[in-house]
């Protein structure tokens, strides 16, 4: 039986993670409100309830309010960190008196970033911390170095990297003794970059997003966790209607529906399920704060156990828009 990448690694983490970039109201300055914290303190009650225990933040989601909305039902319920897998990303900069939006996986910047998430989350350390999408002017020698005092001050426990491709992971690994046990990318049924070794699919249609070959195959050599965001490709197949839809995802969109119906199980579930089927135990990152919507996802678990390969090949055609190459 195969279990997660995380498993291995000894992060006791749920199959199904919840991401909080929509905690804390607008991206602005504007004040929380009460709303927002009841709003989060809803969310996480429900997936903890559901047997979902690993939180997903990132110090701009929200402005930085998501974390601190987060921090907020921390501090009111004593023990509630205890049941949770919380991991943050930094390294990205939006634009300021100082310069343009940009990256920044400076020692400095990184050491910073980590000291301020825990002040918005409140608590004492971060089970991992994930680099942000590349940095162009990345110093290895430098994250090394951060990584290294993060980790002996007991700041971080894991380490893991977002939107990166195997040369990347490979540079970076090369100049930490600290293991890289997560890889944070956009997966899903619309997204099928990785599934085709790196050729880039439904060019015309505008999607696809090229990871590079190897990619999956690096990291379920290595251990590290895939996890999906955007997993549900922006609802237009489990019931968003404000996307325009190519023929391709309407076609799809009727098989995932005509799945559900037949299985007994959410259109939620049925995406989730194919992206989990995947040998690489993927781990969808769910972005909502809508309670019934985490809850028509928890049955993608079984679903994904369910799925047979003609099933799996069926939704994989179907969103491509073509026949197998």
Known sequence: ????????????????????????GSWDSSPISDEDVTKAEQAIDEALSLGITMFDHADIYTMGKAEEVFGRVLNSRPGLRDQMVIQSKCGIRFEDEIGPGRYDFSKEHILNSVDKILQRLSIEYLDIMLLHRPDPLM???????????????GKVRNFGVSNMNKGQIQLLQAFTEE?????QLELNLKKLDWVDQGVHVNQAAGTGTHFGEGLLEHSMLHDIQIQAWSPLAKGIYSGNDSEKLSEADFKTKELVQKMAAEKGTSREAIVLGWLMRHPAMIQPVIGTTNTERIRNCMDAIEMSKQMTREEWYSLYVSSRGSRLP
């Open 179 to 183: 293991k890289l046990i997560v890889n």
């Open 1 to 24: 039986m195969r279990v997660m990448p995380l498993e291995k690694r000894e992060v006791t983490a749920s199959r199904l993670v919840l991401g909080c970039m929509g905690f804390g």
């Open 139 to 153: 110093e290895p020698e430098a994250v090394a170095e951060a990584f290294l005092q993060l980790k002996s001050s």
